[in-house]
């Protein structure tokens, strides 16, 4: 309890809270839980009026998981692995945001979130070695630790497109989707974005719109999720495999309960190869992608041949050749951008009420009053989707002036791209951690926000039991973690495709340079570094 530790409270006693979390996704539940447990005083500001993050907000039509529930959902609670049953295999929206709030109800977490509270300035005070935030109604607060819990894709970005505010139809973007139901029946509806979230959002509207127009500017190497229901028994069973589900995705690169293939793809003969994916193909999930020969995301040849086994798919399922042609992608191979999963994308197509546009060869113009311009046709609508993406990774950060010693902003600490100690701590940014900062552990991305937030909250125990109110991290440690976070890099087939994933929005004046916006390393490596940190007793960093 606290009256173990007086030393630390009296030390903290002029600040409001001994840890200030932004953001009650995901990450902001669980440091919460931990920090409960710590009998720190600490607070969590969340911008929406709800928990839930990215849950909270991308309530879009077909928004769901694309990774199996079971392997996406929190391990650090027996009772909860015990209690809670996921109705499907990938998890829609609602189920998932039931889900987070599950969690706060069974833990009690939301007497310290304060909602409806958006922070815009985080300042370093060097008078005290603590934080000041400030939110957009101007009320301050004050911690002696700043955890940051504001996720990687969550400042969205609309389209650079004149006009988009002279619209007068319904308009949305995707991450801001209201909470009341919308009706597409018998509307002329368009979407702008054919990524993850445009994907799921058309084969989910075309069940039931008037008709849909479908803008495209790049496609996207999609494959089907095959969802289905989860019964009783088999909740259960998988239940009875947690375990060895959690064990799994310990062992593998991304995190994710798929190992990929050791084999070369070129080695492989094509009827094995061919056999091989037709069997990969009726998989659930990421299987398709994760579970296939590595080499396809550092070989060129062997990326093809698997690009050219999808681009079959595709022509096998949509009706119009041209259009077939239009959904295959001709300028990035295979899994060198995210890949979306569907069900029943491709179908979409073939029916008389939805229409593609490719705004590569048709470029769109503007946004007008009533619908939207191309160089060669003007369509109206009564709605407007944009599905068109994040300012990621980074975004979260500039949406909130940052300042660390001296007045320093990150956005300048950062202006050549992200610089970081372990994704975790940034230089002249004293006390401050960040969950999924960029540069940290990816992938599978709960596995991700739970292996960070218990980092950071063994942490800061260590600073509670230590009498702590100084951590920083040297300039030394950020050069090396940035050039190994670099040497990992090499060689991906990823890194050299605009995407989210190598720092690039089209949309964002500063940000049409490519950077290494991930860690692409191992994730057993990451942890490896990271655990070894903790081994030698945190003097990596400057402690105080
Ligand atoms: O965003 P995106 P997203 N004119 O950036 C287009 C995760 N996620 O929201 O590629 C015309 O991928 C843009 O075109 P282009 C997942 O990690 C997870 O779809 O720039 N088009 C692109 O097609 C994912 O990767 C789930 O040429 C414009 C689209 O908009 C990440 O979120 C579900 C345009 C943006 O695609 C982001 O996905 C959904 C313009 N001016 C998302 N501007 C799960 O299942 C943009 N575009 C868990």
Known sequence: GSTDEPSFSQMNQDLDYDVLIIGAGLSGIYSTYRMRQLNLRAKVLEAGSGVGGTWFWNRYPGARFDSESYSYNFSFSQEVLDEWNWSEHFASQPETLRYCEFLCDKFDLRRDMQFNTRVVSAHFQDSSNSWRLTDEQGR???????????????????????????????????ARWPQEPVSFENKRVAIIGTGATGIQTIQEITKDVGHLTVFQRTPNWSLPLRNGPISTEEMNEIRSRYPEIFRKCLETWSCFMHVSDPRDTLQVSPEEREAFWEELYEQRGFAKWLGNFGNINTNKEANALFSEFVANKIRSRVNDPVTAETLIPKCHGFGTKRVPLESGYFEAYNQP?????DVKSNPIECITETGIRTRDESFDFDMIIYATGFDAVTGSFTAIDFQGVNGVKLADRWAEGPRTFLGLFVESFPNMMMVMGPHQMFGNIPRSIEYAVGWVSRFIEFCRDHGITFAETSRQKVLDWTEHVHTCADGLLANDVDSWMTGVNKNLAHKQKRIIARYQGPAPGYRKLAEDVAMRGYRDLKLA
């Open 140 to 174: 301050t607060y004050t911690s002696r630790f700043l955890v940051t819990c504001i996720g990687i894709l969550n400042n969205y970005t609309m389209p650079n497109i004149p006009g988009v505010t002279n619209f007068q139809g319904e308009a949305c973007h995707t």
């Open 353 to 357: 009420n939805v229409r593609l546009v």
